[in-house]
């Protein structure tokens, strides 16, 4: 699992995605995140504003990251 560490949180997970590198722009994953391949703490997530938090595992097509406050 990869770590992506981030100066203050909360942070929407649209721009965890991206800042992650999963997707290439904040347009592909708001796709990804409404079409039901995002999941936040193992259960699936749909709003892309949704706020991430320390610790909090995001996941992308299998690929995982967890969120990590600096």
């Given amino acids: 699992m990869m ?5 203050e ?3 929407e997970l649209y721009r965890v995605l991206k800042l ?13 995140i409404a079409g039901g ?11 892309k504003r949704k706020k991430i938090f320390d610790r ?3 996941a992308l097509d299998g690929k995982a990251i ?5």
């Fill in 3 to 7: 770590e992506l560490e981030i100066s």
């Fill in 20 to 32: 992650a590198s999963l997707v290439e722009s904040g347009g592909e994953a708001k796709h990804a």
């Fill in 9 to 11: 949180a909360p942070i």
């Fill in 66 to 70: 967890c969120v990590k406050v600096r």
């Fill in 56 to 58: 909090d595992i995001v």
């Fill in 37 to 47: 391949r995002v999941t936040v703490n193992e259960g699936v997530e749909t709003r």
